[in-house]
């Protein structure tokens, strides 16, 4: 009877371990970062460290979506190139209104993710393959609508949606709180988000009680393919320039993130809340390691680290049954 006790107790302790772990994680990495150097936490270095996170965390929340169904984007870095370049031919001075390049880059993505997307349900084609695929094809349509060169002379109105603010937060910022809150509503209060997560968690249970598996993982990528595209507008307004060579290994990082945050590689399991998590956590691993003036090289090999950990965790939890990173919410 007492060992039963203690294994339940144990347990008990595991499963609040894995609800609120990251977040003290990522509280106490802040903390002492903070204690090595009190200008860590100070505002302006705070906005900064969020302008910086949040590309990667419109990309990390497009791929919740593809995660959550039990699928895979490696397309995203191409992805942003690809709508960049799309967006930056519409933004020169005298041009299009703002709004224009702004909806050619998130249809680009829309575009690519819905290939994808069709790749995988009509022509069965895996989904790394099919992902892989796209993020070669993109990329080399980047490179050939450029010429192989930055497409610069980019619009004011256009460069500022990543220097304006709006009641002092930064556009791009502002960008993410709404992506990320739109998405937690889809995924956790409406039926198509539900629909979401009982296809990653059983496919054939899904079909069988009726529920369009092939038209939900179409919508998964499509999104994902549209956030990629809006992240790629983003980007460009940046380093005002639409560049065909960036976003290289954006999608690892976005995976990385969302992983990180409690959303399993099998699908079912997983929420917006922790894929930010998870994203803030990367950003300030890295922005602290700056801060120490640790060599990129050396920042490779702890986020590396950080990713196998966070696989190995997700990959106990399904050996119980569980999924010891899981954010609160769990499944629908």
């Known amino acids: 009877m007492g060992a039963m006790m203690s294994g339940t107790l144990w347990f008990s302790r595991l499963g609040w371990l894995s609800r609120y772990g990251l977040v003290l994680a990522l509280a106490g990495i802040t903390l002492g970062l903070a204690a090595v150097n009190p200008n860590f936490l100070a505002p302006q270095n705070l906005w900064t460290l969020l302008r910086q996170v949040s590309i990667n965390g419109i990309l990390a929340v497009g791929v919740t979506y593809v995660l959550l169904t039990g699928g895979v984007d490696l397309s995203l870095g191409s992805m942003v190139a690809l709508a960049g370049v799309v967006a ?4 020169h001075p005298g041009g299009y209104p703002w709004g224009v390049p702004v909806l050619m880059g998130v249809m680009t993505g829309v ?6 997307g069709l790749a995988i349900t009509r022509g069965r084609v895996p989904p790394f393959i099919a992902t892989l695929g796209m993020m070669t094809a993109a990329r080399g349509l980047a490179l050939v609508l450029s010429g192989g060169r930055p497409v610069s002379n980019l619009s004011r109105e256009f460069t ?3 220097s304006a603010e709006v009641l002092g937060i930064p556009v791009p910022v502002v960008v993410l709180g709404v992506t990320a809150w739109g998405s ?3 995924l956790r209060h409406l039926r198509l988000g539900r629909h979401v997560y009982a296809v990653g968690g059983n496919e054939n249970a899904a079909r069988a009680s009726g529920i369009s598996v092939e038209g939900v993982k179409l919508f998964a990528y ?4 549209g956030l990629a595209g809006l992240a790629g507008v983003v980007q460009a307004a940046r380093i005002t320039t639409g560049q065909p060579n960036t976003g290289i290994m954006y999608e690892l ?3 990385a993130a ?9 699908g079912g399991v997983g929420g917006i809340g922790g894929t930010l998590l ?9 922005s602290g390691l700056d801060w120490l003036g640790v060599s990129s090289y050396y920042q490779q090999i702890v986020k590396g680290a950080i990713i196998l950990g966070a696989v190995w965790l997700d990959r106990r939890g399904e050996g119980r049954g569980e999924n010891l990173i899981e954010p609160p919410g769990g499944k629908p």
């Open 88 to 91: 930056a031919h519409g933004a």
């Open 111 to 116: 575009l690519g993710g819905g290939f994808n």
């Open 160 to 162: 500022r949606l990543s």
């Open 184 to 186: 937690h509503v889809v």
């Open 222 to 225: 499509a999104v994902c393919g």
């Open 253 to 255: 990082d976005a995976i």
């Open 258 to 266: 969302a992983v990180i945050g409690g959303t399993s590689l099998s």
């Open 278 to 286: 998870g994203v803030l956590l990367l950003g300030v691993i890295s």
